[in-house]
């Protein structure tokens, strides 16, 4: 129940990120609406369609590749984000500030719910699924720094569609969400390592005292 919580709870952050603040502002973030936007630009498909198929492929990706309980808590994930999404962005909440406030704010808001859906063994269904599976394969892989790497490939295959201006807020959103995912996922690493240093550290002194 908490780490559905926490998917809620992170799916809550990154939509009102993504309806008051980053829609509104017109920044490209590099994710699968992206991505959409630049396969209908080329192939000419219906842009909903081309969402649908990229979202579906993923969770299928998901599925075959993390196994049922991210699959499970991932369908959860996508739920909760086009509920709140809606709820949000039917608000037509307009918050007027300067575009480098609005960039700061949306990438901590973002990166606070991939950390929030991460640690609660879930993907967003967007390109973090991608990057979980290549941690998994080989944890020296780092999450936050794959999922900035496809957002900005995305990006710079986006000159083709969007504006300079739209592609130049989105880089730097990207950097910044990165970066503070990174972070917060490091600190949590640690967190989870200095915690089994310290069971192993307790264990052996156990034996040493059974010893005595």
């Not at 990057?131 to 710079?156: F, G, P, Q, S, Y």
């Not at 504006?163 to 967190?191: C, E, H, W």
Request: aromatic content about 10%.
């Amino acid at each position: 129940m908490k780490d559905f919580m926490k998917i809620i709870a992170g799916n809550i952050s990154m939509t009102f990120a993504y309806a008051c603040l980053i829609v509104p502002n017109e920044i490209i973030n590099g994710g699968v609406t992206s991505s959409a936007l630049l396969l209908n630009a080329l192939s000419g498909y219906d842009l909903a369609l081309l969402a649908n198929l990229v979202t579906g492929l993923l969770l299928i990706i998901c599925l075959v590749c993390l196994g049922k309980e991210y699959f499970v808590k991932s369908i959860v994930s996508s739920l909760s984000y086009m509920l709140f999404f809606n709820i949000f962005y039917s608000l037509n909440i307009r918050i007027d500030w300067n575009i480098v406030l609005v960039v700061l704010i949306s990438s901590i808001l973002i990166a606070v719910g991939y950390y929030l859906c991460i640690t609660a063994n879930a993907s967003t269904v967007g390109f973090d699924v991608i990057a979980l599976i290549l941690h998994h394969k080989n944890e020296k892989i780092d999450i936050a720094v794959t999922i900035r790497i496809i957002n900005l490939i995305v990006l710079v295959l986006g000159l083709l569609v969007y504006g300079y201006s739209s592609i130049m807020k989105g880089v730097a959103f990207t950097l910044l969400f990165s970066y503070f995912l990174k972070k917060m996922l490091d600190r949590k690493q640690n967190s989870l390592k200095a915690d089994k240093d310290h069971t192993k550290d307790e264990t052996s002194r156990a034996k040493e005292r059974r010893h005595l």
